[in-house]
């Protein structure tokens, strides 16, 4: 069986590793130290047309015509197989991210291998829908669902949590009889080829799962918005580049589920546990060096505990610690790119035009010279700005948060609400009913209580406003990945 070549990274389409018709590569860059880790081939359209026809053939084909229990028992062995792999997925991840081991070994890989059980093992209890409804006659009629799958979809990713996100979307359409053209971030290329041998492994057959690499606009991304035969896109990244492929998308009508953008709030209340919602909040501003969509980038304290909290969530941001990534000690890696680091850095400085004081950061860290060409940045607190600045709207994606202090539960959950994004708030308090109040007023997909990023993979995931459409998760993927038909029987 042909295997990827280390340092190149081709494309994997009808259970082949191939380069691009074109020959054309581009670079995977490590962002710790920016160097180049290995060539990736570029698809173009054609390309991606030869992926859509693998994906139809095995739609009508072997994929198509397995029942549901093997399908899905094939399913569970991905999950097996990506956890006997665990360490070269693990090392794939990090290389492409610079993300800390620590986080790397207990989100990203688990929820890979995770999202393929868990689909499996839903889509295979499954029941039906059915109604019996009377009829003049008296003797009835039957009404039952059946689902079948919406064919071949196409999944856009982005670089933040490349295996948890792309298999996310993967899992649960294939489990629904699907196949899948798949996009990761040109950021992060390494996972989602070597899933293309674990899928050789298991048998999973070829067509069913393919994989295009390149970029956005003019490149692989656009070519699957616009391929006639895709039939639904799964996207998770910006909500401008939501924006353009819903257009693109609109020519045959595909189906759209999208993960957009967020600007979450984190709300402390003066009742809440004070050290679990101090760990709690540096945690969901600075994981993953702030660089994922859930996490709280307007925090907002009650007043009688506003200059403690600020203290306290100053010395965990100091506390932090740059370094090798595959150190357990490393508590904070680079941000994706330099390209990133200059959007961030120019919100660094934004904010003190805006009239922030700078708690903590504000720039580029001293990491040293074996580092000194990475995309490492300062986790970065501010407070004083004006729930108008740009800075408190705009998302930023990096490792930074405002604090705002707020005198009323009304008052906090209109700050909160106040923006055009609506992904999930985080809520720090020990009051019951408050907790209630909050969950049932925030303006935004998930609301976590005294937690964050706890996830079930059965609850409904998505965002409001500008911050998505659709949710996925549990039966609300199983709805998206597969179309309804119902049959009706004259008794
Ligand atoms: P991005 O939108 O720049 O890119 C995401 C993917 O879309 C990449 O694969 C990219 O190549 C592709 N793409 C870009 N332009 C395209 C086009 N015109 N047509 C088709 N494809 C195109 O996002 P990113 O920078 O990779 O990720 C960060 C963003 O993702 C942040 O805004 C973050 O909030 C968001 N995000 C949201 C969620 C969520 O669940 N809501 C999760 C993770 C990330
Ligand atoms: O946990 C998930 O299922 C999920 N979609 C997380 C998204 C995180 C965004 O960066």
Not at 148 to 177: D, E, F, Q, R, Y
Request: hydrophobic share 40%; with cysteine; proline share 6%.
């Amino acid at each position: 069986m042909p295997q990827m070549q280390p340092n190149h990274l081709p494309l994997f389409i009808n259970g082949q590793f191939t380069n691009a018709a074109t020959g054309k590569t581009f670079h995977d860059i490590n962002p710790v130290d920016g160097r180049v880790i290995a060539t990736v081939a570029e698809a173009d359209a054609d390309d991606v047309d030869h992926a859509v026809q693998a994906a139809k053939q095995a739609l009508h084909g072997a994929w198509g015509n397995m029942g549901v229990g093997e399908r899905c028992d094939l399913l569970a062995t991905v999950a097996d197989r990506i956890m006997e792999r665990f360490d070269e997925f693990l090392a794939a991840e990090i290389r492409d991210t610079g993300k800390p081991v620590g986080w790397a070994c207990n989100v990203d890989i688990p929820r890979g291998a995770a999202n393929f059980r868990i689909f499996a093992n839903l889509v295979r209890n499954l029941p039906t829908e059915s109604f019996q409804t009377d009829t003049d006659d008296g003797r009835g009629a039957l009404n039952y669902a059946l689902r079948s799958p919406v064919g071949v979809v196409g999944v856009i990713c982005p670089w933040n949590l490349p295996l948890l996100l792309m298999t996310w979307k993967v899992a649960p359409a294939l489990a629904c009889g699907n196949t899948v053209v798949v996009k990761p971030s040109e950021e992060t290329p390494a996972t989602a080829t070597l899933l293309g041998e674990v899928m050789n492994e298991v048998g999973i057959p070829p067509g069913v799962y393919n994989v295009v690499h390149g970029f956005g606009p003019a490149s692989a991304g656009e070519a699957i918005t616009l391929h006639p035969d895709i039939s639904a896109i799964t996207f998770t990244g910006e909500s401008r580049t939501g924006q353009t492929i819903m257009r693109g998308a609109a020519s045959n009508v595909k189906h759209l589920s999208f993960e957009l953008g967020g600007k979450n709030p984190a709300i402390i209340f003066a009742d809440a546990d004070f050290d679990a919602a101090v760990k709690g909040t540096a945690r969901s501003t600075f994981a993953n060096c702030g660089q994922v969509c859930l996490c709280s980038e307007r925090v907002y304290v009650e007043r009688p505990i506003y200059e403690r909290f600020v203290e306290a969530l100053q010395r965990e941001a100091e506390s932090l610690q740059y370094g090798d990534p595959m150190n357990p000690a490393t508590t904070i890696g680079p941000l994706i790119s330099k390209e990133h680091r200059e959007k961030v850095l120019g919100y660094y400085q934004l904010a003190r035009q805006e009239g922030a004081t700078v708690i903590t950061g504000g720039g580029v860290p001293d990491v040293g010279q074996q580092y000194a060409d990475g995309a490492w940045i300062q986790p970065t607190i501010w407070t004083g700005l004006p729930e108008s600045a740009r800075c408190i709207r705009e998302e930023i994606f990096g490792p930074v948060c405002h604090i705002q202090p707020f005198d009323s539960d009304e008052e906090a959950v209109a700050m909160a609400n106040d923006s055009p994004y609506g992904l999930c708030a985080a809520v720090w308090t020990q009051h019951l009913t408050r907790a209630h109040w909050l969950g049932r007023h925030l303006e935004a997909g998930m609301i976590w209580v005294n937690t964050w990023f706890l996830r079930d993979l059965r609850t409904p995931f998505g965002g409001v406003k500008l911050s998505g459409v659709g949710r996925e998760g549990g039966i609300h993927s199983v709805n998206f990945y597969s179309e309804l038909k119902n049959v009706c029987v004259k008794l």
